[in-house]
């Protein structure tokens, strides 16, 4: 039992090293997701997934054209 303080401490000193970042990201998600459908208001990346969500779940209106 002469390494059983020595082992809790290294435990320790892992699970500090190993701990998550804490915080939110709801930040860095408002910076990427610049686009949003007009119909149902979902935020997308970029043009080309407009597109796709356009094509998968408005099939019979027309996406918007490309302005920006």
Partial sequence: MTRGKQKIEAQKRNAEKNQKAKGSQLEARAVALK??????????????QL???????????KPPSNSE
């Fill in 51 to 61: 597109a796709d969500h356009y094509s998968s779940k408005h099939p019979k209106e």
């Fill in 35 to 48: 686009i949003s459908c007009p119909i149902c208001k979902a935020q997308l990346a970029n043009q080309n």
